[in-house]
């Protein structure tokens, strides 16, 4: 009784796989459509970015610095923002000292900048942080008394013409701005070199052509400036990814994002694997919160636009150039913040893990195991010739398939995985001029090691639907100053 009953059931999944194939071309279509634009930024990342003229004014700045247990290199970040050739009076440091249980408000306050300390277990992202200097700030000055508000983690350090050139940017009218993401430790090891090589890939793919654009790219957790319109009601964002949140919320309240490729700060990357995965678990659960959380209201900015708004003696060309613009930045936002592996996968196990397996056990089929679009699938075809396996209806063709499936989707990330070795090789030859001076040796090790990356974002997303994330502090031991770097 029980083995007709399976046989039934597999029998009716089987007849319903066909049918379910307009599904999942749907969804396929949908995902295809959000990376339309992905190879035309690529092309205009090779040979643009947006420029900025002169600044005519020098505009009044907060920097703000929240940090945790931060005596090492602090203090190395306070220096080289005091080594900047723009003027300091119109500077003002502040540090948030959150949950410290070392020197860092000590080193802060003895360094030159006003240090307010939090102590709260309950409130223990960056978003917290910031949320209470804001607060302290607004008590203290006046939001208002700061024309735009710097952002730094306590690990960077800055080029000593970086505020002139990110004032340049402010000074054209730019609201948001990010800026040229270096690191100080890509000598440190593989591990390091993969954040290193992420960060310049996402000024290529990412900055430089939205930027030229005059569309909105996204913000990546440090080095940013953004006007005090902004706040105006106080910093809200503390989930554990605040950057995905403040992006997401600008673009739905219809600012550009710009990015200037003269203003370089450098970053420290983590060395140890354990720590690289901590992080880029807290990233990948932060994604989709920020998406559950702001997903909904970009998508809706697509089709009804309530920001753009028709100017006196304004053309009717112009207002339409403009909406469109804004809708496109909220498509565009929207396709960063959708994480698409976990649709992807889905898709994959519900209709050719499943379903598919399903049909076979009805009709049987023929499977090409070394068949994908791959350069390595080409060159195996290419040596080996083409190969089939004939699977039987039935419970063995059912499983034999899941199992072959499954090696299909093995085969195509391996081939995947060498042809992503190629962006690494791009990113050394394109910014060479700007990496920290590494040997051959280094550079071959880190083009072959960087699709890692890529790896551990994927699956660390998968895990982070089903476990739950805490912000812990990231080490950041480096002893490098702004002084080393401009040696």
Request: aromatic share 16%; proline share 3%; charged share 20%.
């Given at each position: 009784?029980?083995?007709?009953?399976?046989?039934?059931?597999?029998?009716?999944?089987?007849?319903?796989?066909?049918?379910?194939?307009?599904?999942?071309?749907?969804?396929?279509?949908?995902?295809?459509?959000?990376?339309?634009?992905?190879?035309?930024?690529?092309?205009?990342?090779?040979?643009?970015?947006?420029?900025?003229?002169?600044?005519?004014?020098?505009?009044?700045?907060?920097?703000?610095?929240?940090?945790?247990?931060?005596?090492?290199?602090?203090?190395?970040?306070?220096?080289?923002?005091?080594?900047?050739?723009?003027?300091?009076?119109?500077?003002?440091?502040?540090?948030?000292?959150?949950?410290?249980?070392?020197?860092?408000?000590?080193?802060?306050?003895?360094?030159?900048?006003?240090?307010?300390?939090?102590?709260?277990?309950?409130?223990?992202?960056?978003?917290?942080?910031?949320?209470?200097?804001?607060?302290?700030?607004?008590?203290?000055?006046?939001?208002?008394?700061?024309?735009?508000?710097?952002?730094?983690?306590?690990?960077?350090?800055?080029?000593?013409?970086y505020i002139s050139r990110?004032?340049?940017?402010?000074?054209?009218?730019?609201?948001?701005?990010?800026?040229?993401?270096?690191?100080?430790?890509?000598?440190?090891?593989?591990?390091?070199?993969?954040?290193?090589?992420?960060?310049?890939?996402?000024?290529?793919?990412?900055?430089?052509?939205?930027?030229?654009?005059?569309?909105?790219?996204?913000?990546?957790?440090?080095?940013?400036?953004?006007?005090n319109e902004i706040v105006?009601?106080?910093?809200?964002?503390?989930?554990?990814?605040?950057?995905?949140?403040?992006?997401?919320?600008?673009?739905?309240?219809?600012?550009?994002?710009?990015?200037?490729?003269?203003?370089?700060?450098?970053?420290?990357?983590?060395?140890?694997?354990?720590?690289?995965?901590?992080?880029?678990?807290?990233?990948?659960?932060?994604?989709?919160?920020?998406?559950?959380?702001?997903?909904?209201?970009?998508?809706?900015?697509?089709?009804?636009?309530?920001?753009?708004?028709?100017?006196?003696?304004?053309?009717?060309?112009?207002?339409?150039?403009?909406?469109?613009?804004?809708?496109?930045?909220?498509?565009?936002?929207?396709?960063?913040?959708?994480?698409?592996?976990?649709?992807?996968?889905?898709?994959?196990?519900?209709?050719?893990?499943?379903?598919?397996?399903?049909?076979?056990?009805?009709?049987?089929?023929?499977?090409?195991?070394?068949?994908?679009?791959?350069?390595?699938?080409?060159?195996?075809?290419?040596?080996?010739?083409?190969?089939?396996?004939?699977?039987?209806?039935?419970?063995?063709?059912?499983?034999?398939?899941?199992?072959?499936?499954?090696?299909?989707?093995?085969?195509?990330?391996?081939?995947?995985?060498?042809?992503?070795?190629?962006?690494?090789?791009?990113?050394?030859?394109?910014?060479?001029?700007?990496?920290?001076?590494?040997n051959l040796k280094q550079?071959?090790?880190?083009?072959?090691?960087?699709?890692?990356?890529?790896?551990?974002?994927?699956?660390?997303?998968?895990?982070?639907?089903?476990?739950?994330?805490?912000?812990?502090?990231?080490?950041?031991?480096?002893?490098?100053?702004?002084?080393?770097?401009?040696?």
């Open positions: 009784m029980l083995h007709t009953l399976l046989d039934q059931f597999a029998t009716f999944m089987g007849s319903i796989y066909a049918p379910s194939l307009i599904a999942a071309s749907a969804i396929a279509t949908f995902m295809k459509v959000l990376s339309i634009h992905d190879w035309p930024y690529r092309i205009i990342g090779l040979f643009f970015t947006r420029k900025f003229q002169p600044a005519k004014k020098q505009h009044k700045y907060a920097i703000l610095i929240p940090g945790r247990n931060e005596e090492a290199v602090i203090g190395n970040l306070i220096h080289s923002i005091k080594q900047q050739d723009y003027p300091q009076e119109l500077l003002t440091i502040f540090v948030c000292a959150d949950n410290c249980t070392d020197r860092t408000a000590e080193i802060a306050r003895k360094n030159g900048a006003i240090c307010y300390e939090h102590f709260n277990d309950q409130e223990r992202t960056k978003g917290f942080a910031l949320k209470y200097l804001f607060e302290q700030i607004q008590k203290d000055y006046g939001i208002t008394a700061f024309e735009g508000y710097f952002i730094f983690d306590s690990d960077n350090l800055l080029k000593k013409d990110m004032n340049e940017s402010f000074d054209a009218g730019e609201k948001i701005i990010t800026s040229y993401r270096s690191t100080k430790n890509l000598n440190e090891g593989w591990i390091a070199s993969l954040y290193a090589i992420h960060w310049l890939r996402s000024i290529r793919f990412r900055h430089r052509p939205r930027s030229f654009l005059h569309l909105a790219t996204n913000i990546q957790g440090t080095g940013f400036l953004f006007s105006r009601d106080g910093w809200k964002y503390t989930s554990l990814t605040e950057d995905r949140a403040l992006t997401a919320d600008c673009v739905v309240q219809g600012y550009e994002i710009s990015y200037n490729n003269e203003a370089i700060f450098y970053d420290e990357q983590p060395t140890s694997l354990r720590v690289a995965l901590r992080q880029r678990l807290r990233w990948a659960k932060g994604h989709l919160q920020a998406f559950a959380e702001s997903g909904w209201g970009l998508f809706c900015n697509i089709f009804w636009d309530k920001n753009t708004r028709w100017k006196e003696g304004d053309h009717w060309y112009n207002y339409l150039w403009r909406t469109i613009r804004h809708r496109f930045m909220a498509f565009d936002t929207f396709a960063q913040l959708l994480p698409k592996q976990i649709v992807n996968v889905f898709r994959w196990l519900i209709f050719s893990v499943i379903l598919f397996s399903f049909k076979i056990y009805t009709t049987g089929g023929t499977f090409h195991p070394l068949s994908n679009s791959t350069d390595l699938s080409r060159a195996v075809r290419y040596f080996f010739g083409s190969i089939t396996v004939d699977i039987p209806a039935g419970w063995q063709g059912f499983f034999l398939c899941m199992l072959m499936v499954i090696w299909l989707r093995i085969y195509y990330r391996i081939g995947s995985y060498f042809g992503n070795i190629w962006v690494a090789v791009y990113i050394m030859i394109v910014e060479h001029k700007r990496l920290q001076k590494i550079k071959i090790l880190y083009c072959f090691t960087w699709p890692i990356y890529d790896i551990i974002e994927r699956y660390v997303k998968y895990l982070a639907l089903f476990v739950k994330v805490e912000w812990k502090t990231i080490p950041h031991n480096s002893t490098v100053t702004i002084d080393d770097l401009a040696e």
